[in-house]
């Protein structure tokens, strides 16, 4: 169990560009999350994914936005047209209700996105 | 609107005094409390958990304490250690349609001095 893996740790963009990021969840994890953090904030909910249905997005998820879990394992979150305001750690995480592990929802170390 | 409320925003704690954060929050339907720590750079890791049905759960130093009718929850940190400093967020999510969806709090930055 190596833990939710992303990718890249950073990307420093310019405005106007697309990013795309890559989540890999634990193994056996059939629901995974992408949440955003600024700093001093918490973590803020993105989206949701239970295999590959994504079942809820935040208001926060502006159509620039999209993400896929195409055969329910690794995730994508792709930023078109990339703002100032998108710049933030962007973390994913999953769980695993049904395992020993319950509710628990574990983080990956996130992918920290600046936008020049 | 924040679902959970977390104080203080900051802590300076002595090595070896009790760390004590404090969380509250409004939606009855939330049925799973954990606490997470973060370094900086690092994603939040889980500390501990706790569920309405108990009032109290300890995991070695810490401690989670529940209130379910005042809807109130703190994390007591005993015999705090410079190692603890960290940012530290409560946060709840509830069954059902929200599927674990976890809201945070604010977070709380803990310094502890040796």
């Known amino acids: 169990d190596t833990g939710v893996s992303q990718d890249p740790r950073h990307k420093i963009t310019k405005r106007g560009q697309n990013v795309t990021f890559r989540c890999d969840p634990i193994?056996?994890?059939?629901?995974l999350y992408w949440y955003r953090q600024t700093l001093g904030q918490g973590p803020e909910f993105l989206t949701y994914?239970?295999?590959?249905?994504?079942?809820?997005k935040s208001r926060l998820l502006s159509d620039r936005f999209s993400a896929e879990r195409p055969k329910g394992s690794f995730s994508t979150l792709e930023i078109q047209r990339t703002e100032q305001g998108d710049s933030a750690m962007y973390l994913c995480?999953?769980?695993?209700?049904?395992?020993?592990?319950?509710?628990?929802?574990?983080f990956g170390e996130g992918s920290w996105l600046t936008v020049v | 609107q924040q679902q959970v409320k977390q104080s203080p925003q900051s802590l300076i704690v002595q090595k070896g005094g009790i760390s004590i954060i404090n969380c509250a929050y409004e939606?009855?339907?939330?049925?799973?409390f954990p606490w997470y720590q973060q370094f900086p750079g690092k994603g939040p890791a889980l500390l501990i958990a706790?569920?309405?049905?108990?009032s109290e759960k300890k995991e070695g130093r810490f401690t989670i304490s529940f209130n379910k009718s005042a809807k109130q929850f703190s994390l007591h940190i005993m015999d705090s250690q410079p190692g603890d400093s960290a940012t530290y967020f409560c946060?709840?999510?509830?069954?059902?349609?929200?599927?674990?969806?976890?809201?945070f709090g604010r977070g709380t930055q803990l310094t502890v001095w040796p």
């Open positions: 995480a999953s769980s695993a209700p049904g395992l020993q592990s319950g509710n628990t929802i574990y």
């Open positions: 193994s056996e994890h059939n629901r």
């Open positions: 994914f239970q295999n590959e249905a994504q079942l809820e």
């Open positions: 939606n009855t339907a939330f049925d799973y």
């Open positions: 706790i569920r309405p049905d108990v």
């Open positions: 946060a709840a999510s509830a069954g059902g349609s929200t599927l674990g969806r976890l809201y």
